[in-house]
Every structure is written in structure tokens, then in C-alpha cells.
């Protein structure tokens, strides 16, 4: 069975500073995608990641991903308060047109 | 265009009650799923819908939960009788057929508390 683990699940910095999110999963996937929840709002996709080594960036985030570890990560550099929000990963099992989230992020940026 | 649309946003009920959840789809969507996700778990997959047909329905709960997509448009998901632990946010997403889980698009949700 796929499982997908994320840490921490919490996380509360200051502003300006740089942190990790990990994502590790089970089994082979074919894609690894990131998501950011603000409260009471819909998941919005940020990141899809396909091949091992791969990395995205989009302004103060970027992810990465190496499938011989099972391991995603998701960078912040500055953080400002603006990127507090719940962040999920997940992966999709091989042939099935579904998603494995992990239990996802709760980031709290203070000015 | 629209979003993906999800009604009601909230809904209290007591343990034994019956609750219907809308689903909205971007127009033009074939495939429609549920998850949900229960005390700040994890989102967990319940069906997939493509078109007006079940797809894969391999994480529905129990048979308390009867989803359904008439015509291949919105798509309701009814709890009877609804239980404690069935408290949680269910979302709806959609996709084009072809792009199926890569480009999903989620609803807001729908809060539900049973008490």
C-alpha cells in the first residue's frame, strides 16, 4: 500500500528565514505533486514533479524530487507571512488515476 | 471560467441524520472525485467518476455513502445515516479525460461535523 509521510507536520518561523518541508513515500510513483491549503479555501496545485532530480522554483519556493530516496522536498527561502498555509504532497500509484496525500503541513510565518 | 463549486461550505447535523454534499465541476470535466479528510489527517481518495460512471469507488467507507453523478454533471455524496467519525472536509475535484490527477482541480470543501 502507498503511504506518504510528510514532516513537520507543524511549523511556525520568522519572517526571513529559510526552511524544509520532507515528503517521503512508500513505493514507486509516477508523479509527486505539492499543494498549498489557505483556510476554508481550495487546494491549489504549485508544483508537479515527474522525473528524478527534478526541481521547480516559483518565487520563494521550490521543490525537489529524488524517486531512488522516495523523498520530496519542498524549500522556503525568506518566508514571508504571505506563505502561511497548510501544505500537502502526494503521489500518484502507479496505473491508478488517483492521489496518495500525505497528512500535510501546517506552515505559520510571524512577521 | 468557474471553478470547481461545492455546497453546502458547512453542515451540522446530529449522529443518524441523512446529508447530501453537492459537486460542481468545471465545465466540460470528465472525471469528478472525493476525498475527504478526517481530524487533520491525511486527504484520502473515495471515488472517481468519469462521466456519469464510477471509475474506481475502492475508498468509499461503507455502504452509508452512495455517491452519485446523473448525466455526467454535478455529483452528489449522501451519508445515511451519518456517524461520528465521519466528521471531516470533503473535497470534489476535477479534471479534463485526459489529464485525469495531473491537473486537478479542487473545490473549497465541504465542513462536516456530526455531533
Known amino acids: 500500500e502507498l503511504k506518504v509521510e510528510q514532516n513537520p507536520l507543524f511549523l511556525s518561523m520568522q519572517e526571513g528565514k529559510n526552511y524544509t518541508i520532507y515528503c517521503n513515500y512508500s513505493?514507486?510513483?509516477?508523479?509527486l505533486y505539492w499543494y498549498r491549503q489557505d483556510p476554508g479555501k481550495s487546494l491549489e496545485s504549485l508544483f508537479v514533479?515527474?522525473?528524478?532530480?527534478a526541481v521547480k522554483q516559483e518565487g520563494r519556493l521550490m521543490a525537489s524530487l529524488d524517486t531512488k530516496a522516495r523523498l520530496s522536498t519542498l524549500h522556503i527561502t525568506a518566508a514571508v507571512h504571505d506563505l502561511s498555509a497548510t501544505y500537502f504532497c502526494?503521489?500518484?500509484?502507479?496505473?491508478?488515476?488517483?492521489?496518495?496525500f500525505g497528512q500535510g503541513t501546517r506552515l505559520t510565518i510571524n512577521p | 471560467e468557474a471553478g470547481v463549486t461545492q455546497f453546502p461550505s458547512h453542515s451540522v447535523i446530529e449522529k443518524g441524520q441523512t446529508v447530501t454534499l453537492r459537486c460542481d465541476p468545471i465545465?466540460?470535466?470528465?472525471?469528478l472525485y472525493w476525498y475527504r479528510r478526517v481530524m487533520g489527517k491525511e486527504i484520502k481518495f473515495l471515488l472517481h467518476?468519469?462521466?456519469?460512471?464510477?471509475?474506481?469507488e475502492s475508498g468509499m467507507p461503507n455502504n452509508r455513502f452512495l455517491a452519485e453523478r446523473t448525466g455526467g454533471t454535478y455529483s452528489t455524496l449522501k451519508v445515511q445515516p451519518a456517524e461520528l467519525e465521519d466528521s471531516g472536509v470533503y473535497f470534489c475535484?476535477?479534471?479534463?479525460?485526459?489529464?485525469?490527477?495531473?491537473?486537478?482541480?479542487f473545490g473549497s470543501g465541504t465542513q462536516l461535523s456530526v455531533l
Open positions: 465545465s466540460g470535466h470528465d472525471n
Open positions: 467518476f468519469v462521466k456519469e460512471s464510477k471509475q474506481d
Open positions: 514533479l515527474l522525473s528524478n532530480g
Open positions: 475535484a476535477s479534471s479534463r479525460g485526459r489529464e485525469a490527477v495531473e491537473k486537478l482541480f
Open positions: 502526494a503521489v500518484d500509484s502507479r496505473g491508478a488515476q488517483k492521489l496518495v
Open positions: 513505493t514507486t510513483s509516477d508523479r
